[in-house]
């Protein structure tokens, strides 16, 4: 009884090898985690300077109408804006900028405190923009908190 056996060459990747290949994967993604995560804060912080910019353009834009017009409201894209001391008044800017659900808006005295929607509440404090009401001697103002969004 003559047994032969033939010898096929085998292709493929060995044990060894994929588990190489699933440790570097893991590494790669180990470091660019971190990168990822940090990208939610700089998406807030882009949405405050957009809501910073839309707040600030629609006081200049009423603060125009209202030098030309000099009356105590002006009228913005169907919308009455009640003026205070010749800028929009808290009550009425969020309107005027045309800031929409994207953003939690909380009237604050004279100030109008804009916040990210779903914004963690530790962030409160040092992720907003505040637009602050004009007084008589100086005009309104909007501000961006310094601190991080993340």
Not at 36 to 63: E, P, Y
Request: some cysteine; overall charge neutral; charged content about 15%.
């Amino acid at each position: 009884m003559n047994i032969s056996f033939n010898k096929k060459a085998q292709s493929g990747f060995t044990l060894i090898e994929l588990i190489v290949v699933i440790v570097i994967l893991g590494i790669l993604a180990a470091t660019a985690l971190p990168k990822f995560a940090s990208l939610s804060g700089d998406a807030r912080m882009a949405s405050l300077q957009g809501a910073k910019g839309a707040i600030s353009s629609a006081s200049a834009m009423v603060h125009g109408k209202w030098l030309i017009n000099n009356t105590p409201t002006v009228t913005v894209e169907n919308s009455v804006i009640n003026i205070v001391n010749g800028y929009p008044s808290t009550a009425t800017i969020a309107i005027a900028a045309g800031l929409t659900d994207d953003y939690t808006i909380v009237p604050n005295g004279q100030d109008l405190i804009v916040r990210p929607k779903n914004l963690p509440a530790a962030l409160n404090d040092t992720c907003k923009v505040t637009y602050s009401e004009a007084t008589a001697a100086r005009p309104a103002q909007v501000v961006i908190a310094a601190g991080p969004c993340e």
